[in-house]
């Protein structure tokens, strides 16, 4: 494999920086809410098992 000159190799980095493609603010705010939104749905879920099976096990320890 041949050596890169350092300044070769900003060359390639700016060029390809050049192909990245920035979503809009529409996009980035859409996406933040929708994780958002998803965040809470999915703690909810697991806080609701986590319940269930912590009152599951407190049920058998206490047959014991």
Known sequence: M???TPGEF???VQA?????VW???QET???AMFVG???VILAL???GIDTVFGQIVHWLLSLA
Do not use: D
């Open 29 to 31: 705010t859409t996406t």
């Open 23 to 25: 979503p809009s603010r």
């Open 45 to 47: 879920f697991f806080l």
């Open 2 to 4: 041949a050596k890169i």
């Open 10 to 12: 900003m060359r390639q």
């Open 37 to 39: 939104i998803l965040m």
């Open 16 to 20: 390809e920086a050049r192909k990245v």
